[in-house]
């Protein structure tokens, strides 16, 4: 009677751990190292004096690993700049670190010629291009510029927290070439090993299209999950009629052979903030994506965070909003879902 009556206390605790998960108090990060490393890229040789080279077109991934890792690696592909990773909207903890004190491996990604990736092998150009409205639109953060959406996630009174937000931006290239140049060298990362055996992409906006051209493109078994936050642009096979855009936000249409590669991965979940009406373009890509991904045994879902899961306000960049514990306690569903959560020693220490 003691005996059942004690494990039925364990299982209610256990129960409630599910939505601490992501509160307060705080366990510390214990790393057992910290470091990066390039990757991908090639060697040129100078056009006018053949025997020197430039070494370029790399991406380049810093990493953290915990003191006792999960085996799972997550690797974080921004489409502004990594600092999205690093920090909350006011400042406060981003998915960095809530995953490290979870206990997962975390890679920042930059890609070939974005953050700290970009020495190109061809010449570049940088125009200004006034982007703080359009950012404040493409982030969902309200219908106009400064015309907040009611409930936002968003600290829409701090001056400062917006500045911080619309100034953390790289030099980015949303073109097809881009795409391509970034997948060839995440492909290389994935199939390395050097980024684990088990490997999750969590990505934001454009991200998500070049970790599923990624994952078309990688010969071995190592991805495993992808998530993305909002996914601008879609991968689709060669056996539906559907045209091949030529800008940076696809459509892309790669060999069957190769999309069925998306269906070979554990789990998939396009997810969506809030304020994002069915007939947006990049909603209905990505309902039909998922369809024909899980027509050829794949796993794959859409989930909106207002409608399926109850946020609000949430947007464009949902892991850094006021209430993104609540979008990563969604996320280590996921991964406890899909069977993604175990320690690399195989002790379960949740
Ligand atoms: C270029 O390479 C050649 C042959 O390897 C070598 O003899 C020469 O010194 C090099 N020139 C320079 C400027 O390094
Ligand atoms: C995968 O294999 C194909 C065919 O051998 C090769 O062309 C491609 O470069 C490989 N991909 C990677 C990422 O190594
Ligand atoms: C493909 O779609 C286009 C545009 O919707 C249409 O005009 C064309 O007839 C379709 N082709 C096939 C083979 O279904
Ligand atoms: C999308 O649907 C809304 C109603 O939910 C409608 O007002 C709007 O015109 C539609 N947009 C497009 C592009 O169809």
Known sequence: MLD????????????????????????????????????????????????????????YMEYFIPWR???????????SSTQVWQNRWDGGEGYKDMFLRRNYPVYLWDGPRVGRANWACEPTTYFPSYQDHANFGAWNFGPSYKNWWPDVQFPTRDEAAW?????????????KANVELQSDAAAIAADSGRIGEDI??????????????????????????????ESIGYVFPDNINITAGTGGFGPFVVPLERFKKLAKVKSIQFVWGDHRPENHTSVMESRLVAKLINQYGGNAKVMKLGEDAGLKGSTHIPFADLDNRKVAGLLDDFLEEAELDEYADGDDWN
């Open 163 to 175: 500045q911080q937000a619309t100034s953390a931006r790289y030099v980015e290239y949303d073109t």
């Open 4 to 59: 059942l009556l004690s494990s039925a206390t364990f299982l209610l605790l256990a129960g409630t751990v599910t939505c601490d998960k992501f509160e307060r108090p705080r366990k510390p990060i214990y790393l057992e190292k910290s470091g990066g490393f390039q990757i991908g890229g090639k060697i040129i040789n100078s056009p006018s004096r053949p025997n020197e080279t430039l070494s370029c077109d790399h991406g």
């Open 200 to 229: 999750v992409y969590l990505t934001n906006s454009a991200g998500g299209l070049r970790a599923m051209m990624t994952t078309t493109k990688a010969n071995g078994t190592n991805i495993k999950g992808i998530v993305t936050y």
């Open 69 to 79: 890792p999960r085996r799972t690696s997550l690797v974080m592909w921004h489409s």
